[in-house]
């Protein structure tokens, strides 16, 4: 089954049972400017949670594009390391408003899975919250759950809230064990580690309290049903592959790479890395540029900088030069735009922002390399080798150079880094900036070019699983 079969398929099962099917939102939140990026389902249906807000159905379900990177909720630093993170990623995800609760968010996720997904049922274990008894007993009554597979999890894994007041509750989450050849090998190796053995598929939240300043869980009236699984894991799974890159959401953008640098993947050394990051960032980026943030050097514009120059420096890494990173965005549209046909739209100022980026960048990479090459080797003559947090600033003030991209290099060349030193420096210069730049109108110029990318938007939502563009138009 393909990625693209598994979001309709997904789609359909719960329009078939009464769920209004919702366009995914854009990754950049609508009113909400206490959010960098969009990154849950739930995003988009926040004030009706609330409820703020009234829509004309209390049942539905959406595809939801996510971004976490920067923010609350950051894998950056996994992508590349991890076989089940990104930095932008597919959320599929089921609601209910003050409808359903527990016992059939509980029964959907599992027939879903095990029956129309033909997942194996011995497989898989779930998480329910600590004091969530209701959970536990739902669970014991599904059918061909084995004994012993549920487990009670604490607040940090199984229970949660929209912020420190406000609607919240415990969660229930499904993970698919994958055997011990996709996990760190450790004896106590079980569920809730860190590793890939485990995967956490699925998470059903279950909103039921109303927090209040004092702290206080107050039932809510109606309680509601919020649901996110990670389409890139769960096409995974059913594809037979224990990392989602092997996923056929990733491949032809991966297969692109291999082309271009003349080199294969799957070898599991650091060219399958580098493909990895460049895979997930040509994502990002596709999709950022196409809710219209463009790089700058601050806020998401700044999330999407660091982005691409780290993808540019790994494509450095497998040999390519400059301009290859459109390449790898070019094959991000054709692969997505069926179910995203709005990337059509913008694919012409992708290749020119992409183009762009890599050029400037370009001129100072490879000299921060260098220079940071000396660094390290002189490092290495010391006692305890590290790369001191003011240096770090000074690549980065002076060429440009992420953090990101310096704890790369530091980890392939086994290097201690200074992180806290930098981030010090940082929000120095920070603080300089914002005193000297106050009153000034900065917005005008995004705003500008918003309005641009808003006039060429014409597609219209007919739903994820309507071709109504074609690669081949592109
Ligand atoms: P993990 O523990 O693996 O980091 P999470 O607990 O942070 O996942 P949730 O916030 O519960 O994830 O999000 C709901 C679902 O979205 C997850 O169960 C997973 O399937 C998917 N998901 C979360 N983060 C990512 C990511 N960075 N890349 C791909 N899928 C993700
Ligand atoms: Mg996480
Ligand atoms: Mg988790
Ligand atoms: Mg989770």
Redesign the pocket.
């Known amino acids: 089954m393909t990625g693209n079969d598994i979001r309709a398929r997904f789609l359909e099962y719960f329009e078939k049972n009464g769920h209004t099917v919702v366009e995914s939102s854009s990754l950049v939140p609508q009113n909400d400017p206490t959010l960098l990026f969009t990154n849950?389902g739930m995003v988009q249906f926040k004030t009706v949670f609330m409820g703020e807000d009234k829509r004309d159905y209390r049942r539905a379900v959406t595809s939801q594009c996510c971004m976490?990177a920067g923010g609350k909720?950051n894998?950056l630093e996994?992508v590349g390391y991890t076989a089940?993170?990104?930095t932008f990623?597919e959320?599929l995800g089921n609601f209910s408003f003050g409808d359903y609760f527990k016992e059939q968010a509980i029964h959907y996720a599992w027939q879903f899975l095990t029956e129309e997904l033909q997942l194996s049922k011995e497989k898989m274990w779930v998480s329910v919250f600590q004091d969530d008894d209701e959970a536990f007993a739902l669970w014991e009554k599904v059918d061909g759950l084995l004994p012993g597979r549920i487990i009670r999890m604490d607040e940090k894994d199984n229970f949660w809230a929209m912020g420190d007041t406000g609607p919240c509750g415990p969660c229930s989450?499904i993970h698919i064990d994958q055997g011990v050849e996709a996990g760190c090998g450790r004896e106590d190796c079980a569920l809730g580690c860190d590793c890939d053995r485990f995967l956490?598929?699925?998470?059903l939240v279950f909103m039921q309290f109303n927090r209040t300043e004092e702290g206080n869980l107050e039932p809510l009236p109606k309680p509601s049903i919020d649901t996110?699984?990670?389409l890139?894991?769960i096409a995974a799974v059913l594809q037979g592959k224990l990392n989602n890159y092997d996923s056929d959401l990733f491949m032809p953008v991966i297969s692109r790479l291999e082309q271009l640098s003349g080199r294969s993947y799957g070898a599991g050394g650091s060219d399958d890395t580098a493909m990895r990051v460049i895979a997930d960032h040509a994502r990002a980026t596709s999709f950022l540029v196409a809710d219209g943030v463009l790089p700058s050097n601050e806020g998401r514009g700044y999330v999407l900088r660091r982005v691409m120059r780290r993808a540019i420096r790994f494509g450095r890494s497998l040999g390519l030069s400059a301009p290859f990173f459109y390449q790898a965005c070019r094959a991000v549209v054709e692969t997505m735009v069926g179910a995203y046909p709005r990337l059509a739209d913008t694919a012409e100022l992708l290749e020119k922002v992409v183009n762009n980026e890599e050029a400037r960048f370009s001129e100072t990479l490879e000299h921060g390399l260098a220079i940071l090459d000396e660094e390290i080797q002189r490092q290495h003559q010391q006692a305890v080798p590290r790369i001191d947090g003011e240096f770090i600033f000074k690549l980065y003030d002076t060429h440009g150079f992420p953090f990101d991209i310096v704890r790369d290099v530091c980890l392939e060349r086994a290097i201690a880094f200074d992180e806290s030193g930098f981030q010090a420096a940082m929000e120095r210069q920070r603080r300089q900036s914002r005193a000297s730049r106050k009153g000034e109108g900065l917005q005008l110029k995004d705003a500008g070019i918003k309005t641009l990318i808003d006039s060429g938007r014409k597609t219209e939502f007919v739903g994820y699983h309507t071709l109504h563009a074609s690669a081949a138009a592109l």
């Open positions: 849950a976490r909720h894998d996994n089940r993170h990104h990623f959320m989450e956490e598929l699925w998470n996110g699984m990670g890139e894991r």
